[in-house]
């Protein structure tokens, strides 16, 4: 990419905004100008960018005529009040909250190329998928001339990391306090998450699902093309900082070929295949890594046509951030 352009990183001071930059420069993304924005209480705070510091502004009176593209993520709440505003002034905007409709904002895997691109006209407004459904509609992607889903099983154990920088230091502060002894009080959450698993993530609705796992089993949809696909999801929190699990259960119309299954996942760049024997975690293998990482490949315990496996993957860097780059790079390639 040989065209340069102007872009703004919203929600600058976040875990995933920190990350954003760093990609941006790790990649040598084409940026002539960065603009970094955060509300008016991070604003003054700055990032290293190509060797300078940039200072994080308020995004409250952000130009955004400035900019030809957007990176949303901050809030949910956030990317809702500017949408308008962005388009307006013409500017394209790749949204990482999940706060927009499928319909509004189609979501991309940017591993599938141009065959996974929408039908986008400018200012263009398209989601980063979450980073469970990036990891695994990646491995699914991949396993496509193997295995046609017909159902889909997955548990995605997330990391605390997924409720931003509020919910790392909460865990570390319930972490900090019981292992001294101190009576242990919820700050940010309604119960306690150090040493602990939530099996909820969020509110949920009249019949029982969390947002975000009705948000994660519509992307998947999406992105496999597989509209009808049935797709049950499960979303819990657990103790750890950074990095999400999965475990993906995938029934198929034919008997699995696990050794079709391994080769496909072992010739594919973005997939880190762990042998037969091991598996992989989210500490020991995927944080700060751009690959996603998968193990314990295996037929169902009495079915043949179902395969299951797990799934590692760092959601900040890889779910999030690179992700939402890497949409960035095809984009442009195609629509500027």
Known sequence: MSQSINIAVIGATSNVGEALVELLEEREFPVQDLHLLASSESAGQSLSFRGRQVRVRSLDTFDFAQVQLAFFAAGAEVTRTCRERVLA?????????????????????????????????????????????????????????????QRLQVTAMLSISTLGRSGVQELARQTAELLNGRPLESKTMDRQIAFNLLAQVGAVDDQGHAQLEVRLAAELQQLLGLPALPVAATCALVPVFFGDSLAVGVQSDADIDVLAVQQLLEAEQGIELVEAGDYPTAVGDAVGQDQVYVGRVRRGVSDPRQLNLWIASDNVRKGAALNAVQIAELLIKHYL
């Open 89 to 149: 002034a013409g500017c394209s905007l790749i949204d990482l909250s999940a706060a927009l409709s499928l319909d509004q904002a189609p979501c991309v895997l940017p591993e599938r190329g141009a065959e996974g691109l929408p039908a986008l006209t400018r200012p263009w407004c398209v989601s980063a998928p979450t980073p469970s459904a990036v990891a695994c509609a990646l491995v699914l992607a991949t396993l496509k001339p193997v295995l046609q889903p």
